[in-house]
């Protein structure tokens, strides 16, 4: 089982920058790709960007050159900076994991934009 918490959420205003965290904890295998996803108030979940264990990464169009995907391996922690937020960003964001062919979700951290 892998356990995901993410942190970093909260209210900024259009223009502003957040960082969002996802801790990763208790895979007894190689975590593989991880990732963010995002579901704003009466819409689906939506793909942000993904980042695999080498390295590589894919983004949404609506927050390429907005959002960059990291990952810190040996602390098992996942990050995504977004810079120039917008209101349409408002969303409940969660992180996902991949391991051992099993896919893994967090709880989500609300991220707010005001005008």
């Known amino acids: 089982q892998v356990q995901l918490v993410e942190s970093g959420g909260g209210l900024v205003q259009a223009g502003g920058s957040l960082k969002l965290s996802c801790a990763a904890s208790g895979s007894r295998f190689s975590i593989n790709a991880m990732g963010w996803y995002r579901q704003a108030p009466g819409k689906q979940r939506e793909f942000v960007a993904i980042?695999?264990?080498?390295?590589?990464?894919d983004y949404a169009g609506s927050v390429k050159g907005r959002f960059t995907i990291s990952r810190d391996n040996a602390k098992n922690t996942l990050y995504l900076e977004m810079n120039s937020l917008k209101p349409e960003d408002t969303a409940v964001y969660s992180c996902a994991a991949t391991s051992n062919g099993m896919n893994y979700w967090g709880k989500g951290t609300l991220v707010t934009v005001s005008l």
């Open positions: 980042i695999t264990n080498l390295g590589n990464t």
